[in-house]
């Protein structure tokens, strides 16, 4: 008897998907991989590239070169390059909003596109189908015709959660409602993700927060499997800490969405001497809205991310208090590095660390109560560092080995 065939579906190449494909294949379950990119420059496709100007040529590939899969050796995988490159070609010569695009309406293009492709051409011969959030709505009615498994990916909680906690941030935060990231998804992607989750049977998602979001609308919990992603060990390593500074860092888009004014104020309050806190990303605030603490905090706003072992090692603890988060690999990456976490329920914490031992989870928007923690991890260094090594060691406990396993076993049970 042969082996269950899946084919698994994505717009680009996220960590977790590169991992769930290579999951598949190493099971041997994957029939191909479906992706808009999956870049190699001696590809003859990508020779047409020379044709552009130098400048416009460099911006594209520099893109494209983050298009590249983890591949098994027999790891098929399709591609449908053309609209994801004018995509990327409207957008960076500024030539959409001329046309009348915005960068949304070319995202959603891609999406449906590819959405279509799926369902028309790649369905012929499997037993499940593995896609995820905005591209499944075609492919699973399509697949359902045909008696093919339907397994959904959500990495992310659930459009209706998010929007009510963001409504309600607005509402307490009016000045900072530009910069609350809140999801006004057209009425038709509205209506595609909701069909997306009535039509697939199993969802996948990577923390207990966004199973939440989905039992909150009703999806069966035996529905749902949760799998946390992996930490990437292997790069993310302890280093030495090279000064005695007590340091509070946050990495991630420097966002209301991410909780950052809280911090901000918390880290306000206490005052600590010999003390730093250190954000590390991209502001999203409202302009001129961070004036009112500039005295208080340090910004780095852009890092590589092959650069950010030694901002992690440079810290005392990594503070997160998202309001809402589908994950947070940022977390795994600080634990990996041996840095103790401050971190909420709206994020994977309650699914990667013990309360008081690898670090803290805390209510979101409490800023007593980040205080508090903040205060603690200040007074208590050795301790701390104790947690840090904590940390570590569960870090090394959920790699993606590990990930790969849980989510080629659990496939595996819902096939037979």
């Not at 950052?260 to 001497?273: E, F, I, M, R, T």
């Amino acid at each position: 008897m042969s082996n269950p065939s899946i084919s698994l579906v994505h717009q680009i190449n996220p960590s977790n998907a590169q991992y769930a494909a290579l999951a598949f294949a190493e099971a041997n379950l994957l029939k191909q991989v479906i992706t808009p990119v999956a870049y190699d420059p001696k590809a003859p496709v990508w020779r047409y590239l020379n044709l552009l100007p130098k400048k416009l040529r460099s911006s594209i590939s520099n893109e494209l070169s983050r298009r590249t899969w983890i591949s098994a050796d027999d790891m098929a995988i399709q591609t449908y390059p053309w609209q994801e490159i004018m995509r990327i070609f409207l957008s960076r010569t500024r030539l959409a909003p001329r046309l009348g695009f915005s960068y949304t309406d070319l995202v959603n293009w891609v999406y449906v596109c590819l959405d279509r492709q799926v369902a028309k051409h790649h369905l012929q011969g499997l037993d499940a189908i593995y896609s995820y959030e905005d591209l499944a709505a075609t492919t699973f009615e399509k697949a359902k015709q045909q008696g093919i498994l339907c397994l959904y990916d959500l990495p992310i909680p659930f459009y209706r959660m998010t929007c009510n906690i963001m409504r309600q941030e607005a509402e307490s935060f009016p000045k900072l409602a530009p910069g609350l990231e809140a999801v006004n998804e057209p009425a038709w992607k509205i209506e595609r993700k909701e069909q997306e989750v009535q039509l697939a049977d199993h969802i996948f998602v990577a923390s207990s927060v966004t199973k939440q979001s989905l039992l909150e609308i009703g999806v069966e919990s035996e529905k749902i499997s949760v799998i946390p992603f992996g930490a990437p060990v292997e790069y993310f390593q302890p280093q030495p800490k090279t000064d005695d500074c007590f340091r509070a860092l946050f990495v991630g888009r420097v966002s209301p969405r991410k909780g950052v004014h809280y911090l901000l104020q918390a880290w306000q309050d206490l005052k600590l001497p010999d003390a730093e806190l250190l954000l590390v990303g991209t502001s999203l605030f409202p302009a001129g809205w961070l004036e009112q603490y500039k005295d208080i905090y340090r910004h780095v706003s852009s890092v590589p991310h092959l650069l950010l072992n030694q901002y992690y090692s440079s810290a005392s603890v990594f503070v997160f208090p998202s309001l809402v988060e589908g994950f947070g690999l940022v977390l795994l990456e600080a634990m990996a590095c041996g840095i103790p976490v401050i971190t909420t329920p709206n994020t994977a914490g309650p699914d990667i660390i013990t309360n008081g031992v690898e670090g803290f989870i805390i209510p979101i928007r409490d800023v007593e109560a980040l205080k508090e923690k903040l205060e603690w991890c200040y007074s208590h260094p050795q301790e701390l560092a104790e947690m840090g090594r904590a940390a570590r060691r569960k870090a090394e406990q959920l790699n993606w080995a590990l990930y790969r396993q849980k989510l080629a076993s659990r496939v595996r049970e819902l096939l037979s």
